[in-house]
């Protein structure tokens, strides 16, 4: 059973078309992330949720915003993408911060 | 910003060979865990390590982790055509939630 569900599996926007990917999990875990990962790259990190908490890495573009309406879901949104933004988004939890992590299936975006 | 650095980047094995992957961390750490990445798809945790342990098993997966040298690897026993796929490090340091994760060693298989 998907305990890290992210819809869709494939999204394809056209260049500057705001774009909204989800999460949703099954695991009641406290903490979310939003990574990034361009083909045979490492997964790099965008934003993390403990909680409520909002952190965002410093490095993340400002056209990337996140939302966690309640413990389960998470969006992550891309208000005008660009050509470099298409990539593998992922989405992933655990229970507290150092311990392992459970991965979505990803969505991947292509940007037209 | 990227902490763990991997070696090789690929390696290509025959079944039933062992395969071995490095990984160099820079900072310290509260744990370290390996990763595999199908083609395409989400990561799947493999294992974790804590900064006072030195070797854990799991099935045909050996890690070790050396804190002085800030390393860490991963082998592969008896290496099966289903072990193809990409392997992370990631550490996780003392002082906040977030994961970081190398470049990974892509692994191929061959049968």
């Known amino acids: 059973d998907a305990m890290v569900i992210q819809n869709p599996r494939y999204q394809v926007t056209q260049f500057g078309k705001p774009v909204t990917l989800s999460c949703s999990q099954t695991?009641?875990?406290?903490?979310m992330y939003w990574y990034q990962q361009k083909s045979s790259q490492a997964p790099k990190l965008l934003f993390h949720?403990?909680?409520?908490?909002?952190?965002n890495e410093a490095d993340t573009p400002d056209n990337f915003q996140s939302r966690r309406p309640n413990t389960s879901f998470c969006f992550l949104d891309i208000r005008s993408p660009g050509l470099g933004d298409a990539a593998m988004y992922l989405c992933?939890?655990?229970?507290?911060?150092?311990?392992?992590?459970?991965f979505g299936s990803g969505t991947q975006l292509s940007v037209l | 910003s990227q902490q763990g650095e991997e070696d090789p980047q690929a390696l290509s094995i025959q079944e039933g060979e062992n395969a071995t992957m490095n990984c160099s961390y820079k900072?310290?750490?509260?744990?370290l865990q390996w990763y595999r990445q199908n083609s395409g798809r989400g990561l799947v945790h493999l294992i974790l390590?804590?900064?006072?342990?030195r070797e854990k098993h799991s099935g045909r997966l050996r890690v070790t982790l050396d804190t002085s040298k800030k390393s860490s690897s991963l082998l592969i026993t008896a290496s099966r055509a289903a072990d193809t796929a990409s392997y992370f490090c990631?550490?996780?340091?003392?002082?906040?939630?977030?994961?970081?994760f190398g470049a990974g060693t892509t692994v191929t298989v061959r049968a």
């Open positions: 390590i804590r900064s006072n342990e």
């Open positions: 990631a550490t996780v340091s003392p002082n906040d939630y977030k994961l970081s």
């Open positions: 992933a939890t655990t229970r507290q911060g150092n311990e392992k992590l459970f």
């Open positions: 949720y403990y909680d409520k908490d909002f952190n």
């Open positions: 900072t310290s750490i509260n744990n």
């Open positions: 695991l009641n875990h406290n903490v």
